[in-house]
């Protein structure tokens, strides 16, 4: 089965990636292997893949070749952002250019520089303040030769800006054009691209020349809080990229398409274990508005097109290569380094963690069945996790929550070393417990995940002393 693998420098992604083509399975990942959290261990995964991604671009980054293509892709900026001159985004943009040392930057750097000679045509047009277009200049100089910056300043004339626009659009469509994958060096059945979901062309592209038997989307903006600090971002990557992946297999005839959802969706409801068919309408943070918009996008794609979708509500999932910002990895991270913990909601708080190889067992299982009609779906009485359409939403979580404290204990017995503590007020956007029904699995496919923690934290605790180095 050739399959599309959204995510895959992520944890779950990169997981269910190795285990696909451990069985013999073609899988093609994609990642924009973004900076919400450490790259380093981004390409640790691809390359535990066989992924070996050029970090060489940024390198370039004072080659005239590149900054004439800096400047089109300010120009092309440019003009999407006169209409809306968002300056906060401006004043990001610039305070990361600076750096300028790794492909993340360099694009931050173009959208300095593209703040930049977005100021300068509303400038011309409108007379706008012209003190952020010199920081914006000003950062953009640190990573490109300085004459050439100056160069852009003289000729910030009418006729130039137009010039620019006009080479802007015709890099543009060089610039949507699929690039090519990057090859696996240990798995013959292996290919990577690097493609940002919500770049409709590249997605558009990438599904007319792959042609997936099955699609697995895993890539998304993950994280509840960063979701009250960073909003736009999750709507562009889980919402906008969903409608792409949907409409790549729409388009391209993929019927067999599962997607991660989350436990979040479930919210204020206070009712546990969480059943799949719980109303689920009181999300408490966007992340979670987001999983929820998910299904029912899927939900409406099924209905038209006949795809076979199934959304996998995720519980707190952990183990080896897990996510530095959850609780697992940080609480490690602070014991070893003799940092103190941060225990919320005074630790009066449950999750159903499970772990990593249950839920690549469970998406696998989701892949070679995918989900069919429920002829006795009744419209009058809608059953809330199936549908006339073949569409189907399962939890997937240990169906064992565990008190905070007794997750640190165990924390603290693998590494033989006690937490400092400092207890704190819940969290906007958080929940005090989560606890999975898992009866849908356990009827569709006879299965359920079962890990001891003790053994999963065991495993999660040898994997990060080897990736970090050993320390006691
Ligand atoms: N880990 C959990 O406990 C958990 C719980 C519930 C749901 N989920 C969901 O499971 C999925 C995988 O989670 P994870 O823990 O592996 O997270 P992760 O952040 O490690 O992996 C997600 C990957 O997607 C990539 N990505 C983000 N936006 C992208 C975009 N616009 N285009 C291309 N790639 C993009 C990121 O670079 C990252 O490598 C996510 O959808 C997440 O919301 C995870």
Known sequence: MKILVTGTAGFIGFHLAKKLLERGDEVVGIDNINDYYDVNLKYGRLAELGIYMPKGTAKACTSE?????????????????????????????????????????????????????????????????????????????????EEHISDMQACASE????????????KASDMQALAAPTLSTKYPKHKFYKIDLSDREAMENLFQTEKFDAVMNLAAQ????????????????????FLNILEGCRNTGVKNLAFASSSSVYGLNESQPFKTTDPTEHQVSLYAATKKSN?????????????HVTGLRFFTVYGPWGRPDMAPMLFTDAILGDRAIKVFNNGAMS????????????????????????????????EISSSSAPYKIYNIGNNAPLPLMTFIETIENALGKKAEKIFMPMQDG?????????????????????????DGIAAFVKWYREFYGAKD
């Open 430 to 454: 958080d929940v005090v417990s989560t606890y999975a029904d898992v009866s849908g699995l356990i009827n569709d496919f006879g299965y359920k995940p079962d890990t001891d923690l003790k």
């Open 65 to 145: 070749e590149h900054i004439s293509d800096m400047q089109a892709s300010a120009s092309e900026k440019a003009s999407d952002m006169q209409a809306s001159a968002a300056s906060s985004d401006v004043k990001e943009a610039q305070g990361t250019a600076k750096a300028c040392t790794s492909e993340e930057h360099i694009s931050d750097m173009q959208a300095s520089a593209a703040s930049s000679a977005s100021e300068k045509a509303s400038d011309m047009q409108a007379s706008a303040a012209s003190s952020d277009v010199k920081e914006a200049q000003g950062t953009a100089k640190a990573c490109t030769s």
């Open 222 to 241: 993950a994280g509840v809080r960063y979701s009250i600090e960073n909003p736009h971002s999750y709507v562009q990557s889980n919402v906008v990229g």
């Open 295 to 307: 299904e029912m996008m899927a939900h409406t794609y099924a209905h038209l097109y006949g795809i």
């Open 351 to 382: 999750r159903d963690f499970t772990y990593i190889d249950d839920i690549v067992d469970g998406i696998i299982k989701v892949i070679d069945k995918p989900s069919q009609a429920n002829k006795e779906w009744n419209p009058k009485e809608p």
């Open 159 to 170: 006729e130039h800006i137009s010039d620019m626009q006009a080479s802007a659009s015709e």
